[in-house]
T-cell receptor, first 112, second 116 residues
Framework: DGGITQSPKYLFRKEGQNVTLSCEQN?????MYWYRQDPGQGLRLIYY???????QKGDIAEGYSVSREKKESFPLTVTSAQKNPTAFYLC???????????FGSGTRLTVV | AQTVTQSQPEMSVQEAETVTLSCTYD???????LFWYKQPPSRQMILVIR??????QNATENRFSVNFQKAAKSFSLKISDSQLGDTAMYFC?????????????FGTGTSLTVIP
């Protein structure tokens, strides 16, 4: 079955460490996105990518980095520069049409 | 910039009753799309319904329907015959198609509880 896989489901990070969240899709979607979800704030866009080897910053890109070396994969690195990284992170993908997103099941990141 | 407002942080409804979740948005665009997403306790985001702004007819998906008022920039979701499985967070979203990549703008969500 086609879908988006995010791993791990839960992730703990010590302060000062970088950590990478995985997002893989087998839907043959062109575009991929990373969102951060905090209570009472809805979803905020971190980065997005329309094609391989190209990506754009979203509204809250500071302290994050991404790569898009393969169409299927769009990993997100939360760097030590991110001041408040504890949050729920959602990856999504879509065709370059207006059909809406398909979401992954999310990763809960906690800084300890 | 586009903004999406959901003014009801929490709502509840009796099982089998009907409930309406409100959403308003602000945009100067003429071509756009609107969505409702459901996020149950599993936190998996699920597309509920989609509306094209150029279509006057309100979208319907089984027990879910929308009341799209383009001039008023309003996009409410009606859930009929509410079921326990409808308990979830509901997000309204606005999308403007762009050559450089479609971008969604989400509201802050409405937490719906269906009471047995």
């Amino acid at each position: 079955d086609g879908g988006i896989t995010q791993s791990p489901k839960y992730l703990f990070r010590k302060e000062g460490q970088n950590v990478t969240l995985s997002c893989e899709q087998n839907l043959n979607h062109d575009a991929m996105y990373w969102y951060r979800q905090d209570p009472g704030q809805g979803l905020r866009l971190i980065y997005y990518s329309q094609i391989v080897n190209d990506f754009q910053k979203g509204d809250i890109a500071e302290g994050y980095s991404v790569s898009r070396e393969k169409k299927e994969s769009f990993p997100l690195t939360v760097t030590s520069a991110q001041k408040n990284p504890t949050a729920f992170y959602l990856c999504a993908s879509s065709m370059v049409t207006a059909q809406g997103y398909t979401f992954g099941s999310g990763t809960r990141l906690t800084v300890v | 910039a586009q903004t999406v407002t959901q003014s009801q942080p929490e709502m509840s409804v009796q099982e089998a009753e009907t409930v309406t979740l409100s959403c308003t948005y602000d945009t100067s665009e003429s071509n756009y799309y609107l969505f409702w997403y459901k996020q149950p306790p599993s936190r998996q985001m699920i597309l509920v319904i989609r509306q094209e702004a150029y279509k006057q007819q309100n979208a319907t998906e089984n027990r879910f329907s929308v009341n799209f008022q383009k001039a008023a920039k309003s996009f409410s979701l009606k859930i009929s015959d509410s079921q326990l499985g409808d308990t979830a967070m509901y997000f309204c979203a606005f999308m403007k198609p762009r050559v450089t990549g479609n971008q969604f703008y989400f509201g802050t969500g409405t937490s719906l509880t269906v009471i047995p």
